[in-house]
């Protein structure tokens, strides 16, 4: 059973690292982006975030791993989206650190915040801001060229109203979503809504999860823009991510 000692312990030793996945262009495979993805390997083998990050939450840990992470991406990927200045990165960010001040001070300390409008934060529908980081995320783009992106979508009422609540410029589908798509089914219902949700804002769609030709097709002619998923690439440290490629997938 993993406590809030150990997530401590790790964060100031070397058993995280991070992993990161190609956020693609559906119409021709093309890499728009990566999103960092934390991961942490322990003696007795490797912990995914899914058993760890829930236990940060709403803790001062949940903020600490997120600098952590930002001081991270800034160390391992600045040089390169420097050079790439249409890449973006992704960095999931816990609602309850917004609008504290930390997110600020660790994307200025890092360097990162000069490359702010390569970089997308992701939030998602659990643990909405509360009313102090609702307003910090309406006020960034007065002060940083970050762009938004609600994550883990799964357009149920609690998705649209908080849609309808805040700005963002990115929303990602739930790969449970997405693993409704199969050649026997290549258009559940929720597919022909993405035209509703596109007309209520400018929103670019991102698709999580995709794993067959057969659900990146049909994702792409549902009007979805971007994807990610085992399909494209797996999540890959940063040394084979900068390989020299022409950032096609496939």
């Known amino acids: 059973m993993i406590d809030l000692r150990e997530i401590y312990d790790a964060l100031t030793g070397t058993e995280f690292f991070l992993e990161y996945q190609p956020i693609v262009a559906l119409e021709d495979g093309r890499w728009n982006g990566v999103e960092a993805l934390i991961r942490w390997q322990r003696p007795t083998g490797l912990v995914m975030p899914s058993d760890f990050i829930p236990l940060a939450e709403n803790t001062p840990l949940s903020g600490l791993i997120t600098y952590w992470v930002i001081e991270r991406v800034a160390d391992e990927l600045g040089a390169w989206l420097k050079v790439n200045d249409d890449l973006f990165v992704s960095i999931?960010?816990?609602?309850?650190?917004?609008?504290?001040?930390?997110?600020?001070?660790?994307?200025?300390?890092?360097?990162?915040?000069?490359?702010?409008?390569?970089?997308?934060?992701?939030?998602?529908?659990?643990?909405?801001?509360?009313?102090?980081?609702?307003?910090?995320?309406?006020?960034?783009?007065?002060?940083?060229?970050?762009?938004i992106a609600l994550d883990d979508v799964m357009l149920n009422g609690a998705n649209i109203a908080v849609l309808s609540r805040l700005t963002f410029d990115f929303v990602k589908i739930h790969p449970d979503l997405?693993?409704?798509?199969?050649?026997?089914?290549?258009?559940?219902?929720?597919?022909?809504?993405?035209?509703?949700?596109?007309?209520?804002?400018?929103?670019?769609?991102?698709?999580?999860?995709?794993?067959?030709?057969?659900?990146?097709?049909?994702?792409?002619?549902?009007?979805?823009?971007?994807?990610?998923?085992f399909f494209?690439?797996?999540?890959?440290?940063?040394?084979?991510?900068?390989?020299?490629?022409?950032?096609t997938t496939r």
């Open 92 to 147: 999931n960010v816990p609602p309850e650190i917004l609008g504290r001040g930390g997110l600020e001070y660790a994307s200025q300390k890092s360097g990162l915040r000069e490359l702010s409008h390569q970089v997308v934060l992701e939030i998602t529908e659990r643990g909405i801001p509360d009313q102090m980081g609702a307003e910090a995320l309406e006020l960034i783009p007065q002060y940083s060229s970050a762009r």
């Open 232 to 247: 494209f690439s797996r999540p890959k440290r940063f040394e084979q991510l900068l390989r020299p490629s022409s950032r």
């Open 178 to 229: 997405v693993r409704q798509i199969d050649r026997s089914n290549p258009a559940p219902p929720w597919l022909s809504h993405l035209s509703d949700l596109q007309r209520s804002a400018p929103l670019q769609l991102i698709a999580e999860g995709i794993e067959n030709s057969a659900q990146a097709e049909a994702l792409k002619q549902g009007g979805i823009q971007m994807g990610q998923g």
